[in-house]
């Protein structure tokens, strides 16, 4: 069946640190992955996201990996900052070549220590 | 969430009403997505429409269910005779064009959480 998972639903990370949020997924025909963060009370946020065709992206501070082979997915958040905490998804496209018909995972929670 | 305008952010109805939600998308915007985010859960996709037409309703219960975007005005979406399971958080999200991997991913707004009493 179709999934997206996170292996750790509670993430505690000391500030200034870095943060890695992993993922798997099972829908071999996904071309598309994105990673939102969503704070308490708001809507998600857009980080980044990456196709099937690379195997890694870089934003700001935030860097995806993509490993086709395993079905892997994982954001990288470097120097975490207290504004970094956060609920974080991953999502999977259900049909290759659409974008709004995704497959969300549960979420992680993102704990920044001081 | 910039420019995605949704209302109200909480809605409190009892068992039996109806809840109706609102959503502006960003200016210059005519495609527009709504999705339920249970507590603890990721979105799950209800309905993509664009102005006067639902391009993708497939995510949408067959029941009580149904969502506008009219010419002028904000999309609607409409649940009629609330049940308690339908209370969570609803999201929408715009673009300017339909959606596919080749265009840029989806903002939202924030929300509106309707609570069924």
């Known amino acids: 069946g179709e999934s997206v998972g996170l292996h750790l639903p509670t993430l505690s990370v000391q500030e200034g640190d870095n943060s890695i949020i992993n993922c798997a997924y099972s829908?071999?025909?996904?071309?598309?992955f994105i990673w939102y963060k969503q704070e308490s009370g708001k809507g998600p946020q857009f980080i980044i996201d990456i196709r099937s065709n690379m195997d890694k992206r870089q934003g700001q501070r935030v860097t995806v990996l993509l490993n086709k082979t395993v079905k892997h997915l994982s954001l990288q958040i470097a120097a975490t900052q207290p504004g970094d905490s956060a609920v974080y998804f991953c999502a999977e496209n259900k049909y290759p070549g659409s974008n709004y018909q995704l497959i969300w995972g549960a979420g992680t929670k993102l704990i920044i220590k001081p | 969430n910039a420019g995605v305008m949704q209302n109200p952010r909480h809605l409190v109805r009892r068992r039996g009403q109806e809840a109706r939600l609102r959503c502006s998308p960003m200016?210059?915007?005519?495609?527009v997505y709504w999705y339920r985010q249970l507590p603890e859960e990721g979105l799950k996709f209800m309905v993509y429409l664009q102005k006067e037409n639902i391009i993708d309703e497939s995510g949408m219960p067959k029941e009580r269910f149904s969502a506008e975007f009219p010419k002028e005005g904000p999309s609607i979406l409409r649940i009629q005779q609330v049940v308690r399971g339908d209370s969570a958080a609803y999201f929408c999200a715009s673009s300017p064009m339909g959606q596919g991997t080749n265009n840029s991913p989806l903002h939202f707004g924030n929300g509106t959480r309707l609570t069924v009493t």
């Open positions: 200016k210059g915007h005519s495609h």
């Open positions: 829908n071999s025909a996904s071309d598309y």
